[in-house]
Structure formats: structure tokens, C-alpha cells
């Protein structure tokens, strides 16, 4: 997976208007899982992303990072590849 080539300001305006449109709750999750994309380099996979989450002091289930990608791919921040 990668991020787009959206500036990290851009990202997150980005997710604040996804999830206003779909009614979903504005997680300090969510958008600690989007500022851990943007900080890495080129391509990830999940698991790089959750150890890069938690080297941040921050814990978080491997469920929630699993759902909040499908959630950043729906809103057209990251992309499969």
C-alpha cells in the first residue's frame, strides 16, 4: 500500500470530509493511523504500519488498523497495490 500525493493537511481534510459524509465518529485512531502513513517512505504493508503506530507510543488493535486502511482506501488516501 501506498499514500497519495496529498500533502498531510490535505490528508486530513480529506478524512474529515469523508467521515462527515458517512456519519462516522472522528477517531484520535483514525487520524493517528493517517499521520503514521504519512510519515513513511514509498509502500507498506499493515503490519509495518501497526509497529510504526505503536514505536509512536500509541496502541492500537490490529483490527482497528485493518479497518481504518479499508476506511483510508474507501476515501482515496491510500491505495492497494
Not at 500500500?1 to 498531510?8: K, P, Q, T
Not at 502513513?37 to 514509498?42: K, Q, V
Not at 496502541?59 to 492497494?80: F, H, K, P, Q
Amino acid at each position: 500500500m501506498s499514500a497519495g500525493v496529498y500533502s498531510a493537511d490535505k490528508m486530513r481534510k480529506i478524512l474529515t470530509g469523508y467521515l462527515e459524509k458517512k456519519a462516522l465518529r472522528k477517531t484520535v485512531e483514525r487520524y493517528t493511523i493517517l499521520e503514521c502513513i504519512c510519515r513513511i517512505e514509498g509502500h507498506f504493508d499493515v503490519e509495518t504500519l501497526r509497529k510504526h503506530v505503536e514505536e509512536n507510543h500509541f496502541r492500537i488493535s490490529r483490527a482497528a488498523v485493518y479497518n481504518t486502511i479499508e476506511l483510508l482506501m474507501d476515501a482515496g488516501l491510500v491505495v492497494r497495490h
